[in-house]
T-cell receptor
Framework: NAGVTQTPKFRVLKTGQSMTLLCAQDMNHEYMYWYRQDPGMGLRLIHYSVGEGTTAKGEVPDGYNVSRLKKQNFLLGLESAAPSQTSVYFC????????????FGNGTRLTVT | EDQVTQSPEALRLQEGESSSLNCSYTVSGLRGLFWYRQDPGKGPEFLFTLYSAGEEKEKERLKATLTKKESFLHITAPKPEDSATYLCAVRVRSNDYKLSFGAGTTVTVRA
């Protein structure tokens, strides 16, 4: 039982390049989330999904897109990377129960030069 | 706007020196307050959920309490393995999927 797995662990992009971050969970969770974590700031929600085929915007969605084609996978895309997107990205998942805690992956450290 | 503030930013303790971390929140309609532990290079790991003022939860050397304005995470007789960043988060509306996180308190326990 791996929990939440994120790939890659590290990535360096040049400004304007694109990439996709992959998140997979094996806990049969309905809800999945993408957060970013920056020094001195709390985790901020980018996008989330309440089930297969659904996505919704969080508090900082600009410059990102997501897809949830399968229940166990949640993809985060950057179409044209900018230095402001340098951050650590965390994927999380949870059950469809009010106040169910989030289970996090170990993050992807992205640097945009 | 919902706000979650954690203090202090950093805390250095000697092994066995008990202390407390603070999480204050300004929200409308608290539905739950969460504590997480985060080790360097890892994702946050769930510790506790608190739902109402007066509630307390314990796990080993950690005890979390909740009032109407803030939560405390008490660390009793800490050990070096308790060194981590502790994150506080709140959920403010039923069926609202967003957790609002504080910036965290980094605890270092020296042997």
């Amino acid at each position: 039982n791996a929990g939440v797995t994120q790939t890659p662990k590290f990535r360096v992009l040049k400004t304007g390049q694109s990439m996709t971050l992959l998140c997979a969970q094996d806990m049969n969770h309905e809800y999945m989330y993408w957060y970013r974590q920056d020094p001195g700031m709390g985790l901020r929600l980018i996008h989330y999904s309440v089930g297969e085929g659904t996505t919704a915007k969080g508090e900082v969605p600009d410059g990102y897109n997501v897809s949830r084609l399968k229940k166990q996978n949640f993809l985060l895309g950057l179409e044209s990377a900018a230095p402001s997107q340098t951050s650590v990205y965390f994927c999380a998942s949870s059950y469809r129960v009010d106040n169910s805690p989030l289970h996090f992956g170990n993050g992807t450290r992205l640097t945009v030069t | 706007e919902d706000q979650v503030t954690q203090s202090p930013e950093a805390l250095r303790l000697q092994e066995g020196e008990s202390s407390s971390l603070n999480c204050s929140y300004t929200v409308s309609g608290l539905r739950g307050l969460f504590w997480y532990r985060q080790d360097p290079g890892k994702g946050p790991e769930f510790l506790f959920t608190l739902y109402s003022a007066g509630e307390e939860k314990e796990k080993e050397r950690l005890k979390a309490t909740l009032t109407k304005k803030e939560s405390f995470l008490h660390i009793t007789a800490p050990k070096p393995e308790d060194s981590a960043t502790y994150l506080c988060a709140v959920r403010v509306r039923s069926n609202d999927y967003k957790l609002s996180f504080g910036a965290g308190t980094t605890v270092t326990v020296r042997a």
